[in-house]
């Protein structure tokens, strides 16, 4: 019987990239039929995931005042 396995691992921003630009790279890569088979996703449209975590983001900064700028830019 086939199985899979998965972790889940931070992403921080590449250092020669913006935030968007590291996170529409990922998640291309993600999204490629050939490299990880199929995809799912809950709440959310896989092909502007990217932008959805971004605006998710500063939705919780303006609500809360707090800004989160270390740590992981997505898991």
Do not use: W
Not at 7 to 28: G, L, N
């Amino acid at each position: 019987m086939p199985t899979a396995t998965t972790y889940i691992r931070p992403y921080k921003k590449a250092a020669d990239k913006s935030a968007i630009q590291t996170m529409e790279e990922r998640f291309a890569y993600g999204l490629n039929p050939e490299k990880l088979g199929a995809v799912s996703s809950y709440l959310c449209d896989p092909a502007t995931a990217h932008a959805e975590f971004l605006l998710t983001k500063s939705q919780y900064q303006a609500e809360t005042g707090r800004a989160v700028e270390r740590g992981a830019l997505f898991f």
